[in-house]
């Protein structure tokens, strides 16, 4: 996700999507009652007079704006389509009041009007830009050779490929536990020296096509302590820089954004359960039990599922935004979960609302 223009006094953000995992964040950010404009096709009759032959119009591009009434996410056709009346566009061929649906495409601007932005939705957008500058440290290793990796907007730096240097018969590669020492030591070091310069967040992948990555990523957990947590695995038919081109092409950056925050809403909704199962009193669920935690100042994380937020009627709408503008002032934090994976599915059948609480609530 680009953010081009953020001008939260006239409520208007300006996105540009960046591939599907984008527009499902604009899914959940766009709002019936929201205006959208952007650049978008639509078909205009002529008026030729000729009663006999039927005009089916002729396609035009054209910029227009419109209030939201519908959105609607075609994750098969890679398009994001919002409907609702017109209001502003070409008059030579449009009429406001009328209705017209934008296809959202990856690489649209797309000017979104809001009366007012909630944080919860300006940080989603906020999170989703900066997920694409997060850097991936790719290792592909396999039998005998090794190539390290960094994979970032740009693309591919790669900074270090590690050949064996013991062969048999016929050049084939005999490997020993000598030599295989010897080239995770090689990669060790390297790894080391790239977390120490890279951010935090910086995640490891170690990709291949057999188990000498999972050899690896053993081998990593004693030498390199700062690797801990942040390793993850990938299948791909090579260990050479091949293999690195292979993962980023099979869309790995943001498969593994997509792991991170599905990990993050697994982990949250495991704390609610097992708060639940020990009847700790430090979890509540459903409005009433919110508010009233809300109240006590004692919300640590507020749990809210997607689908409850973006389905919700106005005047609810609304009351929930000020919870969450509660919450974030007690210095809570907030967080969506997906209704597409078992982490929401469970928060929606406690209400699609839940938190973790800072101290148990007094009786009342």
Do not use: C
């Amino acid at each position: 996700m680009k953010i081009v223009a953020k001008k939260l006094k006239t409520g208007k953000i300006v996105v540009v999507p960046e591939d599907m995992d984008d527009l499902w964040h604009l899914y959940n950010v766009i709002l019936p009652g929201d205006q959208v404009a952007a650049r978008t096709v639509r078909r205009v009759r002529r008026d030729s007079g000729d009663t006999s032959r039927p005009d089916k119009g002729e396609r035009r591009r054209m910029f227009i704006r419109l209030i939201v009434e519908e959105v609607a996410l075609h994750k098969y056709s890679n398009r994001l389509r919002v409907k609702g009346k017109i209001l502003e566009g070409p008059e030579d061929f449009v009429s406001t009041g009328t209705y017209h649906t934008i296809n959202i495409e990856p690489a649209l601007k797309v000017e979104i009007i809001k009366e007012r932005w909630p944080n919860l939705l300006i940080r989603r957008l906020q999170d989703a830009a900066s997920r694409k500058g997060q850097r991936l440290i790719v290792i592909a290793v396999e039998e005998g050779q090794a190539s390290i990796g960094i994979i970032d907007d740009s693309g591919i730096d790669v900074r270090v490929e590690i050949h064996g240097t013991s062969r048999g018969k016929y050049g084939k590669y005999i490997q020993t536990v000598e030599t295989m020492d010897q080239m995770f030591s090689g990669i060790s070091l390297q790894l080391q020296e790239l977390l120490e310069r890279l951010p935090e967040n910086t995640r490891v992948v170690i990709v291949g096509p057999g188990s000498t990555k999972e050899k690896l990523a053993e081998y990593l957990k004693s030498k390199v302590p700062t690797s801990k947590g942040r390793v993850l695995f990938e299948h791909v038919s090579t260990g050479t820089v091949a293999g690195i081109y292979e993962a980023l092409n099979r869309g790995i950056v943001e498969r593994i954004a997509s792991e991170i925050r599905l990990n993050r809403e697994i982990h949250l909704m495991g704390e609610v359960m097992k708060h639940l199962g020990k009847d700790t009193g430090k979890t509540a669920y459903g409005w009433d039990d919110i508010v009233r935690a809300v109240q006590f100042g004692a919300v640590e994380t507020l749990l809210v599922l997607d689908k409850l937020f973006r389905e919700a009627q106005p005047d609810y709408r609304r009351k929930l935004e000020n919870v969450m503008r509660q919450v974030e002032k007690q210095a809570g934090s907030l967080e969506i979960f997906s209704a597409d994976h078992e982490a929401g599915k469970q928060l929606e059948g406690l209400g699609g609302l839940a938190a973790l609480l800072r101290f148990k609530l007094p009786n009342s």
